[in-house]
């Protein structure tokens, strides 16, 4: 890929606070196009990060471009071309909605007043706060701020939405409403954002990377990530004596390893294998050599994001430790 | 739906980025709001109401207006401006701002300046309009020229207590330290003021300056000219400050 298909591109980027490292060494690339998202567990420095993109704070080491221009020395430029919705959205309380989105438009835009007004107009559509668009704020209910929030960062049609943890905070309609509001800016912007909720990234990202006590664990597509890191494995179901079936099995070339269960009358494998072609072949005619084993259920094993996120968190645990 | 391309982009830049949308809200926070005439309405009574103490001694009474209009809208100037950077600082919305394409030094000039404007007309020359409208009735013998030059110096020793707030709100995230220096200059400036080799040598003496202008005594012009430096040192440092400032 080439450098100017990274709308986000840190070199070793990093930043401590006196003695406190919140960010270190951090190597993030992140695709134009893609919905990117930042995981990690609370402090893990997914906000100090943001903030550093944006101007806010200042790296102590190492670099980044976003959208091809450093974040240091030409942040003015960045920050005409992004749109940004912080984690805690606060707007001036005393303006409503529509003037909230006037005032953000005033900063990119002098006119014409009638186009503004309309991608105001569309904007409020957008994240369906038409009905409210005249009232103050101040009576806003968190899921409202937060959709006011993503409206006033797209004001400036922005090549990349930087979201701070959107749908934290927010009860199940306003998370789905968030999230869906996300779905329907991708064709518009790249969109990199920040999480906790492993639920949402598995629905909407593209990329996701993990940040663990301010050290990136793990980046990559999210398909790559659920296939997990001991590579491609299969769920076996089985009932019988599956004694012999597994000697002959650990015997294969292509079975890099077999973890094994025991539930009631039935045996759980799951099977690692290192060469998927054959064993798409050959792993239910290998077992099924044995006739004293039925098999009960057999699939892909899918890894769900939290097993992943959690699995790769406790590794960096104890490799910190 | 229009494209971007369709747009008049703002074209501000280096320190004036974002400052014409910034000064436009801070502006209209003040004087598209019920706050001025508020605080128009409630410092005009206030101060007549002590200046009327001197019904009977009209002279007496422009004193006790020249006192009153240094120490009370003081404290209301104090309370407010702390509120201007403070409070966006903490809540986020600052963050916010400058997320946007805004330079940090219009962020605080579009601070300073409408508020100073705000203060001023509200606190002290509507009240002192009014005031003078009063005492003149009362039979006191004001110029009004020299009167309205008069309020100069008092809008001028507001300034000094909203930008040295302000500055010190650029520093600190909690009201205590904002507020403690500007109220002691507040309560203490008014004594200070009449000292007779102290006075004249800090913005505690403008109040002095005010009062020499009606009575026609001579009073040095040290406290103008010292406050319209510290002024412009004020702004300055609070420019330097948030730009340094981490979110």
Known sequence: MSLESYVIQTDGLGKAYGEVRALNNLDLKVPRNSIFAFLGPNGAGKTTTIKLLLGLARPTMGTATVLGRNIVTDNDEIRRNVGYLAQQPTFYKELSARETLRFAAGLFFKGPKDLIEERIEYLLEVVGLEDKADRPIEGFSGGEIQRLGIAQAQVNFPELLILDEPAAGLDPEGREQVLKIMESLRAESTIFYSTHILDDVQRVSDRVAILNKGNLIAQAPIEELLVGSEGVAYVLVLEGDTQKAYSTLSAEKWVSSITERREKEQTHWVVTVVDTAIAKKRLLRTVLQDDKVDIVDFGLKQYELEEIFMRLVEEDDTNVQ | ?247
């Open chain 2, 1 to 247: 739906m229009s494209s971007k391309t369709a747009f008049k982009t703002v074209t501000e830049t280096g320190w004036r980025m974002g400052f014409s949308a910034l000064f436009g809200k801070e502006l209209k926070t003040w004087f598209g709001t019920n706050a001025w005439w508020q605080q128009a309405l409630l410092w005009s009574l206030i101060l007549v109401l002590f200046g009327s103490v001197g019904i009977g001694d009209p002279e007496a009474g422009v004193f006790i207006f020249y006192m009153m209009a240094m120490i009370f809208p003081g404290i209301a100037v104090i309370i407010i401006s702390q509120e201007r950077i403070l409070e966006e600082k903490r809540s986020g919305s600052a963050a916010w701002v400058l997320s946007k394409p805004v330079s940090r030094t219009a962020f605080i000039i579009a601070k300073l300046v409408p508020s100073a404007l705000g203060f001023c007309l509200s606190m002290i020359f509507i009240p002192g309009i009014i005031f003078y409208v009063v005492a003149t009735m009362m039979g006191a013998t004001l110029l009004f020229v020299t009167f309205i030059i008069s309020l100069f110096p008092l809008m001028l020793w507001q300034l000094f207590l909203s930008w040295l707030t302000m500055c010190l709100a650029t520093f600190f995230n909690k009201e205590g330290p904002v507020m403690a220096v500007p109220f002691p200059f507040l309560f203490i400036g008014p004594s200070l003021a009449q000292h007779p080799i102290y006075g004249p040598l800090g913005p505690w003496g403008l109040i002095m300056s005010s009062i020499s202008m009606t009575t026609g005594d001579m009073y040095p012009v040290y406290p103008i000219i010292i406050t319209l430096v510290i002024l412009l040192v004020l702004a300055v440092v609070a420019v330097i400050r948030f730009r340094i400032h981490e979110f």
